[in-house]
């Protein structure tokens, strides 16, 4: 029996259309002159592949979109930036992280043989083999690896996902579950929910527990960002997350905190952007949980539908018009438990 209110699948749609349209919106920002005089480096190269990785999966769900292009563009420019390989190797904690990445996210008809040099180093720097990777490091540069159609010597992703945080997390408590581990896992096993992600049907549902119960526990926290990602999780491992009790309020969550101009306007409602923030602290808070929503209901809309409908600024309800609502709101903490009290009434 669906679990879904009324006005649910509306209000994703007009979410999803949001969220699309602010990123379309500010993805030039990125790797302009502004952008990169006012942006500190490594986030802002960060922010550049989080951007190719939401183009590849826009391209696969709505090729059409006006919105794309900007997308693309900003992508194209980066990478052609002879200077660009250089700036994902400044902070050495994630430069083979960022480096891969960087070649396999490399834009259709990239002009530059960067790429392919930087999977050849990494080649024989031993990247691209187990060595001493975490279990999580190792999927993740498998999963990339592939996505480059490089030749690599990591096991095969069911031995991969045995050794995962997912795999081991049944009995452990929530607050001490890493989200984002949990959540990346699931994309890198299942392509971002574009393949099966080849569990046993028992495995699969121990993994969808784990999931719906990080996501009524997020929810209840107000944590924006974490939320977008379990409910692209939820999708991944085969659910509905507009049919999840707590898919749905997450869903609801984020609508209901989505700005006139369609930003997600922080990582949570603890880091939500203040009043009177200046755009470039606006745009370094709600950038992150802004993309993170428009990948998750790109894939789970699609998915669902086979259809989107174009990139716009969301519906705003009567009252919340744009003149008369700022587009940056004070910060108000919901109480736990009235999030909580959101997915007990899904159910």
């Known amino acids: 029996m669906s679990t ?12 999803s259309a949001g969220v ?9 920002y990125l790797d302009s002159p502004a952008g990169r005089a006012e942006l500190p480096v490594t986030p802002r190269v960060k922010a550049l592949l989080q951007l190719a990785l939401l183009g590849r999966y826009w391209g696969k769900a709505a090729p059409a979109d006006t919105a794309l292009d900007q997308v693309t563009g900003a992508v194209e420019r980066a990478w052609a930036r002879p200077d660009f390989p250089h700036l994902l190797t400044l902070d050495r904690r994630y430069a083979r992280q960022f480096e891969l990445m960087y070649a396999a996210l490399a834009p259709a ?3 530059t043989d960067a790429p392919r040099s930087v999977l050849a180093r990494l080649a024989s720097d031993g990247y691209l083999a ?11 540069a498998r999963f990339y690896a592939d996505l480059a159609g490089a030749e690599h010597r990591f096991a095969p992703y069911r031995e991969l996902y045995e050794a995962s945080l997912p795999a081991r997390a049944g009995a452990l408590p929530v607050a001490d579950l890493d989200v984002c581990v949990v959540t990346h ?3 890198y096993l299942s392509d971002f929910g574009h393949r099966d992600p080849g569990l046993t049907e028992e495995a699969r549902r121990r993994a969808l527990h784990v999931v ?5 526990h ?3 926290l107000g944590e924006w960002d974490l939320v977008g990602k379990l409910v692209l999780a939820q999708y991944c491992l085969g659910a509905d997350p507009l049919d999840t009790p707590s898919g749905a309020a997450g869903l609801r969550m984020l609508a209901g905190v989505q700005t006139p101009g369609g930003a997600i306007p922080g990582r949570s409602v603890l880091r939500r952007a203040p009043a009177g923030a200046t755009p470039v602290d606006f745009f370094r808070k709600s950038y992150q949980a802004t993309l993170v929503t428009a990948l998750a209901t790109l894939i789970v809309t699609s998915g669902r539908t086979g259809a989107l409908p174009a990139a716009g600024a969301p519906a705003v309800p009567a009252g919340r018009a744009a003149g008369a609502v700022p587009a940056v709101r004070a910060a108000q903490p919901v109480p736990a438990g009235r999030a909580a009290r959101a997915v007990r009434e899904a159910r």
């Open 130 to 140: 187990p060595r001493r990777k975490s279990p999580y490091l190792h999927l993740e």
């Open 20 to 28: 699309r349209h602010w990123i379309g919106q500010h993805a030039g």
């Open 109 to 111: 008809g990239a002009v």
């Open 185 to 187: 896992t699931v994309f």
């Open 4 to 15: 879904r209110s009324a006005g649910l699948d509306e209000a994703v749609t007009s979410l």
């Open 218 to 220: 997020c929810v209840g």
């Open 212 to 216: 719906e119960r990080l996501t009524e």
